[in-house]
């Protein structure tokens, strides 16, 4: 039987993160394996992402996170670079815009104190501020909006991944093409995982990065985690007119559109009651960008009336049912199976920080950087919610 002090099940962003960050690591000397089912990566979140990233945040861990990315982000060559080959994630500095009527003023300027609080570079706008920063927007019922003049943006996502999972490889860390079908546990010990054709590959530790494949693996180890699939859209387009400096704006009804190339992005989380879980369901459904999202930025951003729709894509985020913040770490029942799931739309511009905790907890068994502890999937166990506001 093969043997690793790590399988880390999955090879996406998360799982090539926490590959890089351990390989990289000069107080861990273990070998580690990465299992990933589809080498393609066609239909994992990471590959299908809006690829964006913010210190607009609710809970100050999240913001935490997302300042370590953004400095991850500006020095990626430094950290990812393969023989003098830097990568390029193509990283646009155009920030976020989130947008409050009054229901939602007091909300956004709670928010933005803590961002502001933490370091993070937002601007709190009145309406006159945002009428005169972005004239091409409509501001009649709007209370507030809050800008990131720095720190934000969106990137290559894809090419994120590819780059941890080069840079892992570079240092020895393997990756096979396997489906895990099980994690092996004895004795209250994760001791290895079971692939598809029934091979077993000893692991001193297992971290679960599978994704929408999150709950279904942890319930081979006895776990219950409360993650749900949910199918996420992402539609492009056109517009006949131009509008000048457009960061990622979300609406109060929580559509948002952004700049991508010489067009636009957008998506939006369905209408209550329309969002069931959708794991394995990848059909676009267009009447969400006919009914809700077209009709949504038409209204905040004139210039849109006249668009023409292009492609659209669908992915699915993996969310956690409990208080929408991801659950990293382990549980008593069993110490050396980590999780790494739920992380809504979030979980790229988390990877760094993630995959960097992840590492930490396998080499000294807590964390050395950034405190994340309370993520730590125990929360539900203590009926603690750490309740994440703004999800997109
Ligand atoms: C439409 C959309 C927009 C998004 N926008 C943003 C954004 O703007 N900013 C942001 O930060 N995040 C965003 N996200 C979220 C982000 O993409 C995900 O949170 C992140 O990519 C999750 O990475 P992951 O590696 O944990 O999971 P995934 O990318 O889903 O990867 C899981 C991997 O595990 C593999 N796997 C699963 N099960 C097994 C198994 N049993 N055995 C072996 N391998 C297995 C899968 O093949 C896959 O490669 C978005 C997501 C979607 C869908």
Redesign the pocket.
């Known amino acids: 039987m093969s043997s690793y002090d790590v399988v880390i099940?999955?090879?996406?962003?998360?799982?090539?993160?926490a590959a890089y960050h351990l390989a990289a690591n000069p107080d861990f000397a273990g070998k580690v394996l990465v299992?990933?089912?589809?080498p393609s990566?066609r239909?994992?979140?990471?590959?299908?992402?809006?690829?964006?990233?913010?210190q607009q945040f609710s809970t100050a861990v999240n913001i935490k996170i997302s300042l370590y990315?953004i400095d991850f982000i500006r020095h990626i060559g430094d950290w990812l670079d393969v023989d003098g080959d830097c990568p390029d994630i193509g990283f646009h500095e155009d920030g976020y815009l989130f947008l409050a009527t009054a229901a939602g003023r007091d909300t956004l300027a709670d928010n933005h104190a803590l961002q502001a609080a933490l370091g993070a570079d937002i601007a709190f706008l009145e309406p006159h501020a945002l009428a005169a920063t972005f004239p091409w927007l409509a501001v009649d019922d709007l209370a507030a909006g809050c800008f990131g003049r720095s720190g934000e943006g969106?990137f290559d996502?894809y090419g994120l991944?590819q780059a941890f999972r080069r840079k892992a490889r570079s240092l020895g860390v393997d990756y096979r093409p396997?489906?895990?079908?099980a994690i092996v546990v004895d004795d209250g010990r994760a001791t290895g995982v079971r692939l598809d054709d029934g091979e077993v590959i000893g692991a001193g530790t297992v971290i679960n990065?599978?994704?929408?494949?999150?709950r279904?693996?942890a319930a081979t180890a006895g776990l219950d985690i409360p993650i749900e699939v949910k199918k996420?859209?992402?539609f492009t387009f056109k517009a006949e007119d131009r509008i000048e400096r457009c960061p990622?704006l979300i609406d109060p009804n929580g559509t948002y559109v952004r700049g991508d190339g010489d067009g636009f992005i957008c998506?939006s989380v369905p209408p209550a009651g329309q969002d069931p879980e959708a794991p394995g369901d990848f059909d676009v459904d267009w009447s969400l960008f006919e009914e809700h999202i077209w009709p949504t930025i038409a209204a905040r951003v004139p210039a849109f009336e006249r668009i023409r729709p292009g492609a659209a894509?669908?992915?699915?985020?993996?969310m956690c049912a409990w208080d929408d913040n991801v659950l990293l770490g382990a549980l008593p029942e069993i110490p050396n199976l980590l999780l790494?799931?739920g992380?809504?739309?979030?979980?790229?511009?988390?990877?760094p920080a993630v995959g960097r905790g992840l590492s930490e907890l396998v080499a000294y068994g807590g964390y050395r950087s950034l405190d994340l502890t309370e993520l730590s999937p125990i929360r539900i166990r203590d009926g603690r919610m750490l309740r994440e506001k703004n999800i997109?």
Request: aromatic fraction near 8%.
């Open positions: 099940v999955g090879g996406a962003v998360t799982g090539s993160s299992l990933e089912k589809d990566y239909t994992c979140a990471s590959a299908l992402s809006a690829a964006s990233i913010r990315g969106w996502g991944m396997a489906r895990a079908a990065a599978a994704g929408a494949d999150g279904r693996l996420r859209m992402i990622l998506g894509w669908a992915g699915h985020y993996d790494a799931n992380f809504s739309g979030h979980g790229l511009q988390q990877a997109v």
